[in-house]
């Protein structure tokens, strides 16, 4: 039971890698996503 309460310190940084490494690649990922469609977009009523 010991180890468990020092498993604390464990998932707090954890907890910080998580988010921060799915928010690095959706962000690129999303702006291409948006960006392809939107020179087609343009194009096709021009």
């Not at 309460?5 to 907890?15: L, Q, R, V, W």
């Not at 690095?24 to 948006?34: D, G, N, S, V, Y």
Request: hydrophobic residues 15%; charged residues 30%; without cysteine.
């Amino acid at each position: 039971m010991s180890p468990t309460n020092t498993s604390n310190p464990t998932p707090d940084p954890d907890a910080t890698d998580e988010p921060d490494t799915p928010d690095i690649p959706q962000t690129p990922e999303r702006e291409h996503l948006p960006d392809l469609p939107d020179p087609t977009e343009v194009g096709e009523d021009g």
